[in-house]
């Protein structure tokens, strides 16, 4: 047996990337792409649609492997939903930030439809009736990012990564980035020595703010602090955040979040509320004033720095509290303390919550949780935990806070069943 062939057999077989395959696209899955068979193998096909006929080029597999990756690279049977992409570098082989550019706005969220309604029948094993729902501040889908890490290549040149790799595509413009994330300069500067530049579009000030990665010597690497606004009806709160610290990429979501979550959490003046993964304190601000003067917020984050621009935030507002902390030992120290709550809100990272938090949390008695989520899957995960601690599934929404990518934000409801839980 050869070398080569030792390698193969090795790594799991021989490798099957560039290899080109006419396949009927099936339907679309959770990661911005279709799912094809051919001989018998799953294909994960993206730049397609449902229903198309295409020639799929594989990019990651072997023979052998249960799944492999594909790009269409030619489109035999187009599918009606199917645009031309508005920006050239979504492409195969280039930028890998947009998956469904070659997709109309309504057929992008029909997908993204399917998707959450795919996780919650095959993860929690319930059937969610969901339409995604536009945010408002995005020009057709367009010009929306208002925070955006461009990669530096070795010449100094910022561009964008393809999809799963390290290679860099140059580019002169980027279309979901906001006019002022562009005309910022950062695509006609060369950032020699550099890996990376963020580039935060924020409300304050009015240039937006760019910060070296790593920074130069003696410059930190904070970026310094943005102020940001959101709207819940008539009230308006101005917040303070670190550069690189989380805030909605979106300029509509987070005024957009806060009223839903508002609305739906029914906070009322003595409420007792627990505000988890609380970030700077989008949500913590407007309940801490719901629930006043008698109610009380406790904010816990595990980003101390985030913490303190939470504190600062809501500094005005006597019956907030802040805990700087992951949220399983915090809630593992109040459930020990017999420490109850009214409401909950939930809006981890990517990752979700996850089994322990949603058992602590049925523990300390809820009416009411409002659970953000920026992975269907995470959530459902979540939601199917909470139901063996006697917590349901009452209400989902679907926002689409990321146009021209998989990506695509829920809002869900918790109650205790009949009224009461159990541990």
């Keep these: 047996m050869s070398g080569r062939q030792n390698r193969?057999?090795?790594?799991?077989?021989?490798?099957?990337?560039?290899?080109?395959?006419?396949?009927?696209?099936?339907?679309?899955?959770?990661?911005?792409?279709?799912v094809a068979r051919h001989e018998g193998q799953v294909i994960f096909v993206r730049h397609t649609l449902p229903g198309e006929?295409?020639?799929?080029?594989?990019?990651?597999?072997?023979?052998?492997?249960?799944?492999?990756?594909?790009d269409a690279v030619e489109v035999l049977e187009a599918a009606p939903g199917?645009?031309?992409?508005?920006?050239?570098?979504?492409?195969?082989?280039?930028?890998?930030?947009?998956?469904?550019?070659?997709?109309?706005?309504?057929?992008?969220?029909?997908?993204?439809?399917?998707?959450v309604r795919e996780q919650?029948?095959?993860?929690?094993?319930?059937?969610?009736?969901?339409?995604?729902?536009?945010?408002?501040?995005?020009?057709?889908?367009?010009?929306?990012?208002?925070?955006?890490?461009?990669?530096?290549?070795g010449a100094g040149r910022a561009g964008l990564r393809g999809h799963r790799s390290s290679h860099i595509v140059p580019v002169e413009d980027c279309l979901i980035a906001t006019r002022g994330v562009i005309d910022s300069g950062v695509l006609d500067t060369e950032w020699p020595d550099l890996e990376s530049v963020d580039v935060i579009d924020a409300v304050h000030p009015d240039e937006p703010v760019l910060v070296p990665l790593p920074a130069p010597e003696g410059g930190g690497s904070g970026g310094g602090l943005v102020g940001e606004l959101a709207r819940d009806g008539d009230w308006e709160g101005e917040y303070v955040v670190s550069a690189r610290g989380f805030w909605q990429v979106h300029p509509g979501a987070a005024t957009t979040f806060l009223s839903r979550v508002s609305t739906l959490l029914g906070a009322e003046p003595g409420d007792r509320v627990l505000d988890l993964y609380a970030g700077s304190g989008l949500f913590t601000m407007r309940l801490g004033e719901l629930v006043a003067p008698d109610g009380v917020v406790l904010g816990v984050e595990g980003d101390r720095r985030a913490v303190e621009n939470g504190e600062s935030n809501t500094e005005h507002l006597e019956n907030v509290e802040?805990?700087?902390?992951?949220?399983?030992?915090?809630?593992?120290?109040?459930?020990?303390?017999?420490?109850?709550?009214?409401?909950?809100?939930?809006?981890?990272?990517?990752?979700?919550?996850?089994?322990?938090?949603?058992?602590?949390?049925?523990?300390?008695?809820?009416?009411?949780?409002?659970?953000?989520?920026?992975?269907?899957?995470?959530?459902?995960?979540?939601?199917?935990?909470?139901?063996?601690?006697?917590?349901?599934?009452?209400?989902?929404?679907?926002?689409?806070?990321?146009?021209?990518?998989?990506?695509?934000?829920?809002?869900?409801?918790?109650?205790p069943r009949d009224g009461s839980a159990s541990a």
């Design 82 to 115: 199917r645009v031309p992409a508005p920006c050239p570098y979504a492409a195969p082989g280039l930028c890998g930030g947009c998956d469904f550019q070659h997709a109309s706005l309504d057929t992008q969220r029909a997908l993204k439809g399917a998707v």
């Design 322 to 415: 802040w805990r700087a902390n992951r949220v399983d030992g915090e809630l593992r120290s109040l459930v020990d303390q017999d420490v109850t709550a009214d409401l909950v809100v939930l809006d981890p990272p990517r990752t979700g919550a996850g089994k322990d938090v949603m058992g602590l949390l049925a523990r300390m008695g809820p009416r009411r949780v409002v659970y953000v989520a920026c992975d269907p899957s995470a959530l459902a995960r979540d939601v199917k935990a909470a139901g063996t601690h006697g917590y349901d599934l009452v209400s989902l929404e679907a926002w689409d806070a990321f146009p021209m990518t998989h990506h695509v934000e829920c809002i869900a409801v918790l109650e």
């Design 53 to 70: 006929r295409v020639v799929a080029r594989v990019t990651e597999g072997r023979v052998g492997d249960s799944f492999v990756r594909a």
């Design 120 to 153: 919650f029948a095959r993860v929690a094993g319930l059937d969610v009736d969901v339409v995604v729902q536009p945010v408002p501040g995005d020009e057709g889908g367009l010009r929306w990012r208002t925070r955006v890490e461009f990669a530096v290549d």
């Design 8 to 34: 193969e057999r090795a790594a799991g077989g021989e490798s099957l990337v560039g290899r080109e395959w006419t396949v009927e696209v099936g339907p679309v899955a959770h990661g911005g792409h279709c």
